[in-house]
């Protein structure tokens, strides 16, 4: 596909995940518990009961992972470090914990040793619970602040010399909103007593918000006086925020759709950006809205490097509502004529609107003047967790809402001028979704939470084709082996002629010393490639063409060629997935046992694999 103007060489794209989302090993190598560990495990607390204990399994399997990252030729990966892992307890006073600094550490190493830019965010929701119990956690602004402080710099500290993109908050409004007024994410305050014991949602998130402002500016000002000048990176904040579209013409549905805005954007935006609170908020508020003083609006306004957005839909506005939250707006996606605004996702808040993006890129762009770093956008499909694998992988309106938000992007960028650095869609994997549990799935890599196996859906495949094509590409970049992989079942009998002149096909004839390709798939020959006198470099060569192109995979004892097919999602039975595999569904990128991937297996064992095979 030939693309007239492309986005540069130093655009920022990769997949986004979030510590507590992913990682599990809650109690492993001296992480301390966060708000999220006992509220998941609350009964009531999530959707199907499920909690955070396990999720992906990606604190054990983060090399698996990065090397599929790398497989799709991804050169960002966002990011979250878990607070309580750094400092078990979180506070200033308190010990640091060196096997979390080092697990961080080695993902970072990792990541750079791939081509892949770390993006990393300090703090994505998972508060150390020892500070919520010493102090009320956000609630408490002396206390808070300085120890938000104190773990922001062990995270420069340690972590900055390597780390060029920094984000100090993901979402304060989910975490304002959900954890102190809704009550529906931890810590799981509010005012409605059949959730919650404790709490006022009239006025707790307001305080919240100012606190987590204020924790924000602060690290801000510690990593641009302390480290940017020889680290030389950059820092700023993420916010969510979705677009508000007035339900019709009237002057007061108009009005209400700023107001949306005002509340949903505005609260931390104006603030950091401009260094004053919306008026409709002052009004709606009063003097439950906490001011800064002189020398805090000095620290906070300006301390953000860029904007960092978090979108993912847009929502028809009416005015008179009763919820704060919303700015005393009412939300719906359903039009004047009864039609829908688009396609409706899993999770009730969420459908699919390209041009409401676009839209939101310009009313950021134009209003607060400074690059966008698009951190989150993304869909999850009705019923995906319902489908078999092999049905759930093929995510048609996961693809739909990228291919709109790909040319909202493109558009807004090249018709419209906004400057516009990164694009991160949520989700690397599907996931523990919080108060979702594991039903509501954001990602373009399908979990099987019973195996942690991943599969490639077909978004991923959309995205990384569509930045393929449309971002420059260094010379001489390789295409990324996820959009070359077989799609089909391996055949009978492989011909390598594509990748040596000097290697023969299966049926051809070959000389008596010719060495025999021994892989199999599930214990009957698949390949049999012969290579003449065995030549110990086109046989290394053909082995670096199975690991790129097939795949391979220890099974007892013997390397065997992965199969190319897809398990059923079973809902009984014990049966090894590679078992259970049909011949007519895609092959997902498998894991060898033990936890060892092709690309590991190409560095750490392939020694004894030659030896094996070649000596």
């Not at 900055?160 to 909103?177: F, M, Y």
Request: overall charge negative; aromatic content about 12%; proline content about 6%.
């Amino acid at each position: 596909m030939s693309v007239e103007r492309k986005l540069p060489q130093d655009f920022i794209w990769g997949f986004a995940t979030a510590s507590f989302q992913i990682e599990g090993s809650v109690d492993v190598d001296g992480r301390g518990k966060s708000i999220w560990d006992d509220f998941s495990r609350t009964p009531g607390k999530t959707l199907d009961g499920k909690n955070g204990d396990v999720a992906t399994d990606s604190y054990r399997l983060w090399r698996e992972d990065i090397a599929l990252l790398k497989q799709y030729g991804i050169k960002a990966y966002r990011f979250s470090i878990a607070w309580s892992r750094i400092i078990p307890l979180g506070g200033r006073n308190d010990p640091v914990n060196p096997k979390g600094i080092k697990f961080y550490s080695d993902v970072i190493d990792e990541l750079l040793s791939a081509g892949i830019t770390p993006f990393v965010t300090l703090y994505h929701w998972d508060l150390p619970q020892e500070l919520h119990n010493r102090y009320g956690g956000w609630l408490n602004k002396d206390e808070i602040v300085p120890d938000f402080v104190n773990y922001a710099r062990i995270c420069f500290q340690s972590f900055g010399d390597r780390v060029k993109h920094w984000l100090t908050l993901n979402e304060p409004w989910c975490v304002a909103v959900l954890g102190y007024g809704r009550g529906v994410f931890a810590p799981g305050r509010c005012s409605d007593r059949n959730r919650s014991a404790e709490g006022d949602s009239s006025t707790e998130p307001w305080i919240v918000a100012h606190n987590l402002i204020l924790s924000h500016a602060s690290a801000v000002k510690v990593y641009r006086d302390e480290f940017k000048p020889t680290q030389e990176g950059m820092i700023g904040i993420t916010l969510n925020g979705d677009w508000e579209v007035p339900y019709d013409n009237s002057p007061e549905n108009i009005a209400a759709a700023q107001q949306a805005l005002d509340v949903a954007i505005g609260w931390y935006a104006d603030p950091v950006y401009l260094g004053f609170y919306p008026d409709h908020m002052k009004k709606m508020l009063g003097d439950r809205l906490p001011d800064f003083s002189p020398e805090e609006w000095a620290l906070v306004k300006g301390s953000s490097d860029f904007y960092g957005m978090n979108t993912y839909t847009t929502n028809l506005a009416k005015a008179g509502g009763e919820d704060e939250f919303q700015g005393l707006v009412d939300y719906t996606f359903t039009r004047a004529d009864g039609t829908e605004l688009g396609t409706q996702a899993h999770c009730a808040w969420l459908q699919t609107y390209p041009e409401g993006f676009r839209a939101l890129l310009n009313y950021v762009w134009k209003r607060y003047k400074l690059p966008i770093y698009v951190t989150e956008n993304g869909f999850a499909v009705k019923g995906e967790d319902s489908l078999p694998i092999e049905e759930a992988i093929k995510d048609h309106d996961r693809v739909e809402y990228f291919r709109g938000a790909t040319d909202s992007l493109y558009k807004a960028m090249y018709e419209d001028g906004v400057d516009i650095r990164s694009y991160f869609p949520w989700s690397f994997l599907d996931n523990f979704e919080w108060a979702d549990g594991y039903g509501t799935r954001f990602g373009v890599t399908y979990v099987d939470y019973k195996t942690q196996k991943r599969y490639p859906k077909e978004s991923a495949k959309f995205l990384i084709k569509w930045f393929r094509e449309h971002q420059e590409q260094p010379s001489g970049s390789a295409t990324p082996p996820i959009l070359t992989a077989q799609t089909t079942s391996v055949p009978e009998h492989l011909s390598l002629d594509s990748h040596s002149s000097a290697t023969t096909a299966t049926n051809s004839p070959s000389a008596k010393t010719a060495w025999r390709c021994p892989l199999k798939t599930n214990g009957n020959l698949a390949c049999g490639h012969e290579i003449a006198n065995h030549d110990k470099a086109l046989v290394k060569q053909h082995f670096e063409w199975h690991l790129t192109q097939v795949g391979l995979a220890v099974r007892n004892g013997e390397l065997e060629l992965l199969d190319s097919s897809t398990p059923s999602k079973e809902k009984t039975g014990t049966t090894p997935p590679l078992e259970r595999a049909t011949a007519t569904t895609p092959r997902p990128i498998r894991y060898a046992e033990k936890t060892t991937t092709p690309e590991r297996a190409k560095t750490s064992t392939w020694k004894s694999i030659m030896r094996k095979l070649v000596m």
